[in-house]
């Protein structure tokens, strides 16, 4: 029988206590397919705002940005823009998506990476799609085509990225490198080549024959998709 007592310290106590525990049950017992986005995110902001209801941010978050995913590849300064946010809050979902990148940078590393294509993509597409301006990103192989480096070499504005033959080429040279995949993005959303990008691939290849490199692919990531330079016959 509950005393008194105990029932004013229950009745004292925030709502969203309760809630908070029978949500971190609910993913223990029956794992993260049973909760929605916007509780998952809960969960994540638990550790960061140890004493409010963080349902209506979850939420709030959600509807600003569009998706978990967009949530999580949101900068840290749109983040920290939000009502309600604070720096340690947008760095500690920063820190889990950072997490999740790099986790997945060291299934690939040391392994033949054009027997995990699809794999690849996936790492390429949680990495890149989402960013805001262009990054050139250089995959640095070894005989066996496994991957030795994943490197950005350059990174620009919206819409152009400078990349130097002789520079990739030297770094190359210095990690022992037989083979690489370049890629970039483009933040349009549309992955499609442009000539410019068409220029700077055969530049690069010019460049690397002498030292017997071979470029396996370009690819451009995008929100909407990806363009392989190889499957579409432009290299």
């Known amino acids: 029988m509950v005393q008194p007592a105990q029932k004013k310290i229950l009745k004292d106590q925030p709502h969203y206590k309760g809630h908070r525990q029978r949500l971190r049950e609910r993913f223990v017992v029956s794992g993260a397919d049973s909760l929605q986005d916007y509780e998952l995110l809960e969960l994540l902001l638990f550790q960061a705002i140890p004493r409010r209801d963080v349902k209506p941010l979850a939420k709030q ?60 993509m996936e790492y390429c597409h949680a990495t890149m799609a989402h960013e805001t301006k262009e990054h050139f990103r250089i995959l640095f192989l070894n005989k066996k085509n496994e991957l030795l480096a994943d490197e950005i070499q350059g990174s620009g504005t919206v819409d152009h990225t400078p990349a130097y033959p002789r520079e990739i080429m030297k770094r190359s040279l210095e990690l022992g490198a037989t083979a690489l995949i370049l890629m970039h993005n483009h933040p349009s959303g549309d992955p499609k080549p442009s000539q410019a990008d ?38």
């Open 198 to 235: 068409l220029k700077m691939t055969q530049a690069i290849i010019e460049a690397a024959r002498p030292f017997n490199i071979t470029i396996h692919d370009h690819v451009i990531i995008a929100r909407n998709g990806h363009t392989s330079f190889r499957n579409e016959g432009l290299m």
């Open 61 to 120: 978050l959600l509807q600003k940005f569009g998706s978990l995913t967009e949530v999580l590849n949101a900068s840290h300064h749109a983040l920290s823009q939000c009502d309600g946010m604070s720096d340690n809050v947008a760095t500690a979902i920063k820190t889990v998506t950072a997490i999740a990148h790099r986790a997945m940078k060291q299934e690939l590393m040391n392994k033949p990476v054009l027997n995990s294509w699809t794999r690849l």
